[in-house]
């Protein structure tokens, strides 16, 4: 029996999207769905809630969980990772609040930046853990990974990891029609092209019946940034260096040095940043998982429609042969070429029996790659610092985050960077 291996498997909502897609698609069924987390109610709470639409839509896949990672790994041919290392409380807290008494406010703290750097220092050494168990027992394995910091985690997993790794976001696959439809435009037989690095890439080209859409969108968007709304950062960051951005404007407004200005405090409301915005969220979904939990974990007739998530149509086009395009992240190797080989990219990659074949971009325009580069430079290097341990590396990476260098002297990034490292305390390695 082929096996599809869930780590994180406590992520009860986002393995009912992907596993109860796996239910839905025929190619996988018979398919065992091996289930693995560490917490053992959430992991319980998982199981239950997928029999649950087993039993509903009569899919033949077989639902097992796990408490020991390498049996739940042993003869993966496909593996999902949605791992997040220290969660909320205390790490997230802990991400957001040290800095905040540098003065330094952030919106996410997931992907770069020094709430970025640090979650990426505290799973990086998980995920490694993970690849020597994957090389050991499923070593032909495509680890399919969701877990943010994306671009540095799938570069890790891909380089110092050995292994068949893709990286998947959301955002790629949502990007034209959102935009369009918030412009009121009809996204139907829209055509895009999107390559960058993962919630920075770039909506290259959009057009429709080789119509080059994007004189009127901009022409739409400059019109609505005249009141509030709720993408201001990307409609300016648009306006006013040429493109799109897939990730939303509460993310972006984290990977600039534009937005979050103690000099210039009235941007927060000129362009809606929604400061402390993840602890906000992660607050509302814990209070919500009560309800939540009884809707999914104990309703016997549990219905699940297939998503938009990218994980069961890789696995379909693998098992059927027949190809399907998505957005996956990937090592740059000569892909976008005005962008470091060393880092890892966001580009259309065709999916078949053969595996994930990324597609050429050659170069992105010269702002676009400009700004890529600020972000790569503190991926990089948050991971050499994973990698050798030094802890000056840490610094280096923070004093190159573009948000955190416009904000704070160097002799303060170290001190925070220091206060950081005792706060985390054992979710982090010891640094040299």
């Known amino acids: 029996m082929s096996k599809i291996t869930f780590i994180g498997a406590g992520s009860t909502v986002f393995a009912k999207n992907v596993l109860g897609d796996c239910m839905r698609t025929p190619a996988l069924q018979g398919f065992e769905l091996a289930l693995f987390d560490i917490d053992p109610i959430r992991l319980a709470d998982s199981e239950n809630m997928l029999n649950n ?3 509903s839509h009569g899919s033949t896949c077989v639902v097992k ?69 994957i090389r050991e027992v499923c070593p032909d394995a495509l680890f399919m990974n969701y877990t943010n910091p994306m671009a540095v985690l799938t570069n890790v997993m891909s380089t110092y990891g050995g292994v068949k790794t893709v990286g998947l976001c959301h955002s790629v696959q ?176 065709l999916v078949d029996a053969s595996g994930i074949t990324p597609t050429f971009v050659g170069d992105l325009p010269p702002q676009c790659a400009a700004l890529n580069r600020t972000n790569i430079n503190t991926q990089l290097l948050t991971i050499e610092a994973a990698i050798t341990r030094k802890k000056e590396h840490i610094y280096h990476a923070a004093m190159l985050d573009p948000h955190t260098s416009a904000e704070l002297s160097m002799d303060d990034i170290i001190s925070m960077c220091d206060d950081l490292i005792e706060a985390h305390g054992d979710w982090l390695p010891e640094y040299k």
């Open 174 to 349: 949502h990007c034209v029609q959102d935009l369009l439809r918030d412009l009121g435009m009809d996204h139907k037989g829209v055509q895009g092209k999107i390559a960058g690095i993962n919630h920075m890439a770039w909506l290259l080209e959009v057009t429709k019946d080789g119509e080059d859409l994007y004189p009127e969108i901009k022409r739409r968007a400059a019109e609505k940034q005249k009141e509030p709304h709720h993408d201001m950062v990307r409609y300016e960051m648009m306006l006013k260096f040429g493109y799109y951005i897939t990730e939303s404007s509460e993310h972006n407004a984290e990977y600039h040095p534009y937005f979050i200005k103690r000099n210039y405090p009235e941007l927060i409301e000129r362009f809606q940043i929604p400061l402390d915005e993840y602890p906000r969220r992660c607050v509302e979904q814990i209070g919500n998982w009560k309800n939540m939990r009884e809707d999914l974990v104990n309703n016997p007739g549990l219905q699940h429609e297939r998503s938009a998530e990218y994980a069961s149509y890789i696995m379909e086009a693998i098992e059927t042969n027949v190809p399907f395009k998505i957005g996956g992240n990937v090592m740059n190797t000569g892909l976008i070429t005005n962008l470091p080989r060393e880092a890892c990219v966001e580009v259309s990659c």
């Open 53 to 55: 639409i087993k039993s």
């Open 65 to 133: 969980a796990y408490s020991d990672r390498k049996e739940a790994l042993r003869g993966a041919k496909y593996v999902i990772n949605a791992i997040q290392v220290g969660g909320f409380d205390p790490c997230t807290i802990t991400d957001f609040e040290i800095p905040k008494k540098y003065g330094l406010r952030q919106t996410i703290a997931d992907t770069v930046g020094i709430g970025g750097i640090f979650r990426n220092l505290r799973t990086i050494p998980v995920m490694l853990d993970f690849a020597a168990d």
